[in-house]
């Protein structure tokens, strides 16, 4: 077990009221395993990926829970051990290389910086080493482009330098977040290809945050689907595409465009918006949605259940 | 190329090797200034070697730094030619940093290039002053028959009713201004951006607790807090930096806090944070580089402020009290012979004003070079 979430709770603190981004979620990742956490904008997925660093911004801050890293407590590291864990244990894609990169340093610079702090390199060994990181990502001729700013490159090869900047640190665990949301959907696979290549190539698990059903068809091991700061289900992937048993899991399958479905045939989405985080539906959050929602839905929120082996599902309608 | 291997053996000569090369702007730089110096050398060489027998430390200095840097000139010209010829084969750079593009724009603006050489011009004579000075800037002899003498070949500048030689005064004068006012704009940048950037880097109550403290200092009138500390305490250099430098950091504070909290939010900033950088490092390597180009234009400009304050306070006798000369009490002791000697207040006052343009000519120079809708244009 590389990582175990046990009952985290992450809230923001606003004038208007407590903000549960992340409400009493409970997950585990094994070494080299591939996780997809799914789930539409806004349904808390990032602030996972931020309460594991503790990088929360303010006024957020995790409440409750645990989180152990190769068996380490995550909790109760000072901010000496936690600036060990970023970075050289878990290392963060995020969704817009541009912004991403620091616009004033060349990219070989930025990775070169990462080399320095967690592997002690040298000056001039940190440089030899990060043209390696940007040949291991893919960039062709990368003796030039370390010594490119990110301005220069296009955003597949921003995305490919911010992944070396990310797995420098020789992690165990890379989380990515919307890697490929901001890119064209040629250069979406390549990136989808390199991080599958890197996993295997540096032994490392993947945390995949998407909303794209597609991409988790094609990485994932297993899939946790989040709504309102809640994991809903939970299902090794090919058990969930044939079998999807949570009504919103249904839904955004089903909102999913497909080859092969019947040309003319609407797309089925989800009807309703995501609602607002303050003012949540009593009980089941997502009832307002769902079909099959009745008086039981309002009264609590349903507990998270096993309902078959490796399988968890957090539905009354659900046995 | 023949001129590719005589240019080595050229370089001996400070700039040749880089006109055999082609590059003729950093050659006849580095040859104008191996000559400027040289010429000096050779010209004050008795004061320059007594300079090492002497306990004057100032001519020592002088002496010192006149011969480094042309060492440093000979050295540099050979190497960078030596460099320029080994990479001659390699095809040139197709990288070009935001700060490259910045420097081109800067060369370009000939009235801000024009500033920068003043400016230079001055602080070599400034911190060269004992080697350059034809005569003792305090020396008084004859005063009946030396007394305000009017420009002239053996005066530049004329006398003062000492019969004080005016170039050479203006020339130690230049000492005390030009160096109150870098040290004292130093001062205020560095503080004002460590002060700003840790207030809004940590937020919260720290930011509450030192942003207060920078309202103190705003309302607090610092005319008077000079008058008074001028008052209590004797003028001299290191007081009047640390008063103008510690008034008049709260605006830069005030600056670099508003950007660096909305550069804090970005997610260049978030990743620094993220490949486990602890705070400081985030703050100087990744935040502070992004909010500094306005800070370069208001330094320039703040030198200039400092320069002109300074003068302002010793033309008041708050400042620099004679007999040391500073342009400002060198101007305040030639009013009262306005209408019988003009010189002696012209030329002083001349040399603040131009300081004064030049600064702000090569502020509105950096500001341009930096302004990134130029840069986009020039790139695109």
């Known amino acids: 077990m590389l990582v175990e979430i046990k009952n985290l709770k992450s809230y923001f603190f606003l004038d208007e009221g407590v903000l549960k981004a992340v409400d009493d979620v409970s997950f585990a990742i094994d070494e080299r395993e591939t996780v997809a956490l799914v789930g539409e904008s806004g349904c808390g997925k990032t602030i996972v990926a931020l309460s594991l660093l503790d990088l929360i911004p303010s006024p957020g801050r995790i409440v409750d829970g645990q989180m152990f890293f190769m068996g380490e407590d995550l909790r109760t590291m000072n901010r000496e051990q936690m600036r060990q864990v970023r970075g050289q244990h878990i290392g963060l894609v995020f969704q817009e290389p541009g912004v991403a990169l620091n616009p004033v340093y060349t990219v070989g610079n930025q990775i070169a910086e990462v080399l320095r702090l967690h592997r002690g390199l040298t000056k001039q060994e940190a440089k030899t080493e990060s043209v390696q990181l940007l040949g291991d990502v893919g960039i062709a001729d990368p003796e030039e482009r370390a010594k490119a700013y990110p301005f220069e490159l296009s955003g597949g090869m921003q995305q490919r330098a911010l992944i070396a900047t990310a797995i420098a640190g020789r992690p165990e665990l890379l989380i990515a977040d919307e890697p490929t949301t901001a890119l064209d959907p040629t250069v979406q696979a390549e990136i989808l290809d390199l991080l599958r290549y890197l996993q295997e190539q540096y032994n490392m698990a993947l945390l995949l945050i998407t909303h794209d059903i597609g991409v988790v068809a094609e990485m994932a091991d297993r899939v946790m689907v989040m709504y309102t700061g809640k994991i809903v289900e939970t299902a090794d992937v090919h058990a969930l595409f044939r079998d999807a048993r949570h009504p919103y899991t249904k839904g955004l399958l089903g909102s999913a465009p497909r080859l092969g479905v019947g040309r003319g045939e609407p797309l089925r989405g989800i009807p309703g918006t995501v609602p607002d985080f303050l003012e949540l539906p009593e009980g089941c959050t997502f009832h307002p949605r769902c079909s099959l929602g009745d008086d039981e839905c309002v009264s609590a929120f349903p507990p998270i259940e096993d309902i078959a082996p490796g399988r968890q599902c957090a539905c009354y309608k659900v046995s | ?380």
């Open chain 2, 1 to 380: 190329m023949s001129n590719a291997r005589a240019a080595p053996w050229l370089a001996l000569v400070p700039g040749l090797g880089h006109l055999a090369l082609g590059r003729r702007a950093k050659g006849m730089h580095l040859l104008v200034f191996a000559f400027a110096t040289g010429f000096i050398l050779i010209w004050r060489l008795d004061r320059v070697t007594g300079a090492f027998q002497s306990r004057a430390v100032d001519q020592l200095v002088a002496a010192l730094f006149l011969i480094g840097s042309l060492l440093f000139v000979a050295a540099y010209s050979r190497w960078d030619v030596q460099r320029i010829v080994e990479r001659a084969d390699e095809p040139p750079m197709a990288v070009k940093s935001p700060w490259r593009i910045a420097g081109r724009r800067f060369r370009e603006n000939t009235l801000a290039v024009a500033s920068l050489y003043v400016i230079a011009v001055f602080y070599l004579a400034a911190i060269l002053a004992p080697l350059l000075a034809p005569y003792d800037p305090s020396a008084i002899e004859n005063v009946l028959e030396t007394r305000y003498l009017v420009p002239s070949g053996a005066h530049l500048f004329g006398t003062d009713e000492f019969g004080r030689d005016l170039f050479t005064r203006a020339l130690y004068g230049a000492r005390i201004s030009l160096s109150i006012g870098l040290l004292a704009m130093l001062l205020s940048k560095v503080l004002g951006t460590f002060y700003g950037a840790v207030a809004a880097y940590f937020g919260g109550l720290v930011d509450a607790v030192l942003m207060r403290l920078v309202d103190v200092i705003i309302a607090f009138p610092t005319f008077y807090l000079m008058l008074m500390l001028v008052g209590v305490f004797e003028a001299n250099i290191v007081l009047l930096v640390l008063i103008l430098g510690l008034t008049s950091w709260p605006g830069t504070a005030r600056y670099i806090r508003g950007e660096i909290l909305s550069l804090k939010e970005q997610e260049f900033a978030e990743s620094a944070r993220a490949i486990g950088l602890p705070p400081r490092l985030v703050i100087v390597r990744h935040l502070i580089p992004s909010a500094l180009s306005p800070v370069l234009v208001s330094a320039a400009l703040s030198v200039a402020g400092m320069i002109g304050a300074e003068a302002g306070l010793s033309f008041l006798g708050l400042g620099i009290r004679p007999p040391t000369p500073s342009w400002g009490n060198m101007v305040s002791g030639g009013q009262d012979a306005l209408l019988v000697a003009w010189w002696v207040a012209f030329f002083p006052g001349g040399l603040l004003a131009l300081t004064l343009i030049s600064f702000s000519l090569l502020a509105d120079g950096i500001r341009d070079a930096l302004d990134p809708k130029v840069l986009m244009r020039r790139f695109v």
